[in-house]
T-cell receptor, first 110, second 115 residues
Framework: TQLLEQSPQFLSIQEGENLTVYCNSS?????LQWYRQEPGEGPVLLVT?????EVKKLKRLTFQFGDARKDSSLHITAAQPGDTGLYLC??????????FGTGTRLKVLA | ETGVTQSPTHLIKTRGQQVTLRCSSQ?????VSWYQQALGQGPQFIFQ???????GRGNFPPRFSGLQFPNYSSELNVNALELDDSALYLC??????????????FGPGTRLTVL
């Protein structure tokens, strides 16, 4: 089973700051997804990256897939309190099975 | 809101008991995956059902079993509950085609507490 490690585990920042969350593995994934989960709810898909080196932007969020498809990063510009939540990466392992990372809990203070 | 519903919302059981959790998939979706999310961790894949058959399983013992019905809704059954089974159980529905699997949509989860 492939493992995905996320860093940092916890992040508390002030509104307006920038941040980067990392998702690393020693294995190659065919695709990688980023989710955000809020208390009492299931994860909600933010983006899927498929090609090595791919960069996708979603408003103030920028996602990058590593060239070797083993790692990914999520960068948030000018964080807002509404960005608070648990950020999860998930790699697709073979036949339609997703391995989730350990999660990064982000708190943005107003 | 994704259209994936789960019941019950919360459940308290004692060690050794059995539990059944239910999931109604989003309309048009033929695949359901179940995940266990312990407090402070990411979800762990339990198994996936496609067209009423188990299709892929994570590192969970046989006391975790499931069903998928013709309307694509699903059940997760856990026998001989242990304290470590306390977690949020998530189901996710999606559509599988010959080209791959579409986006997974997660339900809100069932919070199981084993005493």
């Amino acid at each position: 089973t492939q493992l995905l490690e996320q860093s940092p585990q916890f992040l508390s920042i002030q509104e307006g700051e920038n941040l980067t969350v990392y998702c690393n593995s020693s294995s190659v994934f065919s695709s990688l997804q980023w989710y955000r989960q809020e208390p009492g709810e299931g994860p909600v898909l933010l983006v899927t990256v498929v090609t090595g080196g791919e960069v996708k932007k979603l408003k103030r969020l920028t996602f990058q897939f590593g060239d070797a498809r083993k790692d990914s990063s999520l960068h948030i510009t000018a964080a807002q309190p509404g960005d608070t939540g648990l950020y999860l990466c998930a790699g697709e392992e073979g036949t339609y099975k997703y391995i989730f990372g350990t999660g990064t809990r982000l708190k943005v203070l107003a | 809101e994704t259209g994936v519903t789960q019941s019950p919302t919360h459940l308290i059981k004692t060690r050794g008991q059995q539990v059944t959790l239910r999931c109604s998939s989003q309309s048009g979706h033929n695949t359901v995956s179940w995940y266990q999310q312990a407090l402070g961790q990411g979800p762990q894949f339990i198994f996936q059902y496609y067209r009423e058959e188990e299709n892929g399983r994570g590192n969970f013992p046989p006391r975790f079993s499931g069903l998928q019905f013709p309307n694509y809704s699903s059940e997760l059954n856990v026998n001989a509950l242990e304290l470590d089974d306390s977690a949020l159980y998530l189901c996710a529905s999606s559509t599988r085609t010959s080209g791959g699997t579409d986006t997974q949509y997660f339900g809100p989860g069932t919070r199981l507490t084993v005493l």
